[in-house]
C-alpha cells in the first residue's frame, strides 16, 4: 500500500467515528471504512461528506449502457466522469434490484455495492468505471445509482468536488419476440402453446383479423400477471410469440389474448 493510499483509508475511517459520534448509528453508511465514496441516492440521507457537504454541478457524470436488458441477463455499464479539478476521480455505484459485478481493477464490491479501489487518474479529459449489471429474473423496471468525485489530490479536501449521477432506469424485459408468419388471418384464434409441457421456451401461434389493440398476457394461477407478450396495434395476420421461462418456478399458467372485443385464454405448464 503506498503512502497516498494509506494516508486515504486512515482518513475515511476517522472520519466514519466522527460521523457516527456526532450524527448517529442512522447516518453509519455515509463513509466505510473499507471504502473511499459515500452512499447514492439508493439510501437515505445520501451524500458524500467526505469531500464536501453539498454536491457540485460542475461535476458531470454521463451514462454508458443499454436502456433495455433481459431478465436474467447481464450487460456492460459505465459511467464517465468529467469537470471539477479532476486529478483523480472516484464513485459509488448501487442497484435497486439486479446486481452488480466488478470488470476491472479499478473497483471493487463490497455489501452489493461499487466503489473505487483507489482515487483513477483521467484519460482524454475524463474517469471512466466499467462494470457489469445483471438484470433481475421479473420483468419490470431497475434503477442504477451512483456518485463521483473529482479531486485535486492534494491530500486534503478543500477543492474537492462531487456530484450525484441521474438514476439510469432500466427496462427489464423477458427474453421473448413476436414473428409475423402470415398476412392472411380468416378468424381471430389462439393456439394450444408448443411445447407443452415446456421447459424453459414455449411457442404460441395466434391470429388476429384488424389493425386493433392487441395483447398476450401470462398469468399465474393467482390471476397475477407475469409476462407480456405482445402489448402493440397489429395488423391482421397470423403470429408466433415465444416465452422464454427461465427463472420462473414450475406450475401452472396461463396465457391470454385480447384484440378488439375478442378474448381467449388457455392453460400451459412449465415443467423443470
Same mark, same amino acid.
Given at each position: 500500500?503506498?503512502?497516498?493510499?494509506?494516508?486515504?483509508?486512515?482518513?475515511?475511517?476517522?472520519?466514519?467515528?466522527?460521523?457516527?459520534?456526532?450524527?448517529?448509528?442512522?447516518?453509519?453508511?455515509? %463513509?466505510?471504512?473499507?471504502?473511499? @465514496?459515500?452512499?447514492?441516492?439508493?439510501?437515505?440521507?445520501?451524500?458524500?461528506?467526505?469531500?464536501?457537504?453539498?454536491?457540485?454541478?460542475?461535476?458531470?457524470?454521463?451514462?454508458?449502457?443499454?436502456?433495455?436488458?433481459? !431478465?436474467?441477463?447481464?450487460?456492460?455499464?459505465? @459511467?464517465?466522469?468529467?469537470?471539477?479539478?479532476?486529478?483523480? !476521480?472516484? +464513485?459509488?455505484? !448501487?442497484?435497486?434490484?439486479?446486481?452488480?459485478? *466488478?470488470?476491472?481493477?479499478?473497483?471493487?464490491?463490497?455489501?452489493?455495492?461499487?466503489?473505487?479501489?483507489?482515487?483513477?487518474?483521467?484519460?482524454?479529459?475524463?474517469?471512466?468505471?466499467?462494470?457489469?449489471?445483471? !438484470?433481475?429474473?421479473?420483468?419490470?423496471?431497475?434503477?442504477?445509482?451512483?456518485?463521483?468525485?473529482?479531486?485535486?489530490?492534494?491530500?486534503?479536501?478543500?477543492?474537492?468536488?462531487?456530484?450525484?449521477?441521474?438514476?439510469?432506469?432500466?427496462?427489464?424485459?423477458?427474453?421473448?419476440?413476436?414473428?409475423?408468419?402470415?398476412?392472411?388471418?380468416?378468424?381471430?384464434?389462439?393456439?394450444?402453446?408448443?411445447?407443452?409441457?415446456?421447459?424453459?421456451?414455449?411457442?404460441?401461434?395466434?391470429? *388476429?383479423?384488424?389493425?386493433?389493440?392487441? +395483447?398476450?398476457?401470462?398469468?399465474?394461477?393467482?390471476?397475477?400477471?407475469?409476462?407480456?407478450?405482445?402489448?402493440?396495434?397489429?395488423?391482421?395476420?397470423?403470429?408466433?410469440?415465444?416465452?422464454?421461462?427461465?427463472?420462473?418456478?414450475?406450475?401452472?399458467?396461463?396465457?391470454?389474448?385480447? %384484440?378488439?372485443?375478442?378474448?381467449?385464454?388457455?392453460?400451459?405448464?412449465?415443467?423443470?
Amino acid at each position: 500500500m503506498t503512502r497516498i493510499t494509506k494516508y486515504f483509508r486512515l482518513r475515511y475511517a476517522a472520519f466514519s467515528v466522527f460521523a457516527l459520534a456526532i450524527l448517529g448509528a442512522s447516518y453509519s453508511a455515509f %463513509s466505510r471504512e473499507d471504502g473511499i @465514496i459515500g452512499r447514492t441516492r439508493k439510501g437515505p440521507e445520501p451524500g458524500c461528506t467526505c469531500h464536501g457537504n453539498n454536491p457540485t454541478p460542475g461535476v458531470n457524470i454521463q451514462w454508458i449502457g443499454p436502456d433495455t436488458v433481459v !431478465a436474467g441477463q447481464s450487460a456492460n455499464f459505465s @459511467i464517465v466522469v468529467s469537470g471539477g479539478p479532476l486529478v483523480r !476521480a472516484g +464513485t459509488n455505484i !448501487a442497484v435497486r434490484n439486479g446486481s452488480l459485478a *466488478v470488470t476491472d481493477n479499478s473497483l471493487q464490491l463490497i455489501s452489493g455495492e461499487l466503489t473505487h479501489t483507489g482515487p483513477k487518474p483521467p484519460s482524454g479529459g475524463n474517469v471512466t468505471f466499467t462494470f457489469r449489471y445483471t !438484470a433481475p429474473n421479473n420483468p419490470g423496471t431497475d434503477t442504477i445509482f451512483a456518485n463521483a468525485n473529482s479531486v485535486d489530490f492534494t491530500g486534503g479536501n478543500n477543492n474537492d468536488n462531487w456530484n450525484f449521477a441521474s438514476n439510469r432506469r432500466v427496462v427489464v424485459k423477458l427474453a421473448t419476440g413476436v414473428v409475423q408468419n402470415s398476412t392472411t388471418a380468416l378468424d381471430f384464434a389462439l393456439s394450444q402453446n408448443f411445447p407443452n409441457p415446456f421447459n424453459p421456451e414455449t411457442s404460441i401461434k395466434f391470429s *388476429v383479423t384488424g389493425n386493433n389493440m392487441t +395483447t398476450l398476457k401470462i398469468t399465474d394461477i393467482t390471476g397475477r400477471v407475469v409476462a407480456e407478450l405482445v402489448n402493440e396495434v397489429l395488423p391482421a395476420g397470423i403470429y408466433t410469440a415465444k416465452w422464454n421461462a427461465a427463472g420462473f418456478p414450475s406450475g401452472v399458467y396461463f396465457y391470454s389474448l385480447t %384484440s378488439g372485443d375478442k378474448r381467449d385464454i388457455k392453460k400451459l405448464t412449465l415443467l423443470k
